[in-house]
């Protein structure tokens, strides 16, 4: 199957620092990114979808000033959390699709747990 | 809006035997069902996928799953639980573009 990784694949950051996570999808062009947030015990929840050279689209309650996403390339998403707080600490998962809708299936990164102090 | 249900957040089996892990979903229309595995430190990988054609769905390592519209279910099935299969599953229904997640399952796998 498909190989998407990210980067880190942990973090400790300082309250009130901005953190970046990259999504990198290795041997396809992720025409679409996701990303999820899954918190200890708990489901993923998705934060955002993003095509490539156009702006995310957020889910309800989720900040876009807060969670910056660039999708720059078709092989490259970034997250970036600014002004991190404690209650952003969280486990961060992105997926790659080459398409929406089916039959595009979407392949996962190992995550990245971020821990701000 | 759609969702699934996992009636059960750990589940606990004895190697060689049987497994099952439950969930129900709710959609107003014909959904498209998925069952995901995540192992640590591993991105998530798709088990199976139900997409309205045969109603009992084979996936890798000996997994399957059967839609049953009558009961709204979708339960994941496994005849001999190996030591491997030890991680979180997590039933998924689509919307859209959108994968709406279970609350995950924990299978945990005794010797």
């Known amino acids: 199957g498909a190989v998407v990784s990210q980067h880190p694949s942990w973090v400790i950051c300082k309250s009130g620092t901005s953190v970046k996570i990259e999504c990198r999808s290795l041997?396809?062009?992720?025409?679409?990114m996701f990303w999820y947030r899954q918190f200890p015990k708990q489901s993923l929840m998705l934060m955002a979808t993003?095509?490539?050279?156009?702006?995310?689209?957020?889910e309800q309650g989720v900040e876009k000033d807060k969670f910056l996403i660039n999708h720059a390339s078709l092989t490259l998403s970034t997250l970036t959390v600014t002004s991190a707080h404690p209650e952003d600490s969280s486990f961060y998962i992105c997926?790659?699709?080459?398409?929406?809708?089916?039959?595009?299936?979407?392949?996962f990164g190992p995550g990245t747990r971020l821990t701000v102090t | 809006a759609q969702s699934v249900t996992q009636l059960d957040s750990h589940v606990s089996v004895s190697e060689g035997t049987p497994v099952l892990l439950r969930c129900n979903y709710s959609?107003?229309?014909?959904?498209?069902l998925f069952w995901y595995v995540q192992h640590p430190n591993k991105g998530l990988q798709l088990l199976l996928k139900?997409?309205?054609?045969?109603?009992l769905v084979k996936g890798i390592n000996g997994f399957e799953a059967e839609f049953k519209k009558s009961e709204t279910s979708f339960h994941l099935t496994k005849p001999s639980a190996h030591m491997s299969d030890a991680a979180e599953y997590f039933c998924?229904?689509?919307?859209?573009?959108?994968?709406?997640f279970g609350t995950g399952t924990r299978l945990q796998v005794f010797p």
């Open positions: 998924v229904v689509s919307e859209g573009d959108k994968l709406i």
């Open positions: 139900y997409t309205s054609a045969a109603t």
């Open positions: 959609s107003s229309y014909s959904p498209s």
């Open positions: 997926s790659s699709s080459e398409g929406t809708g089916q039959p595009y299936e979407q392949y």
């Open positions: 041997d396809f062009q992720a025409t679409t």
């Open positions: 993003s095509n490539e050279g156009s702006k995310a689209t957020y």
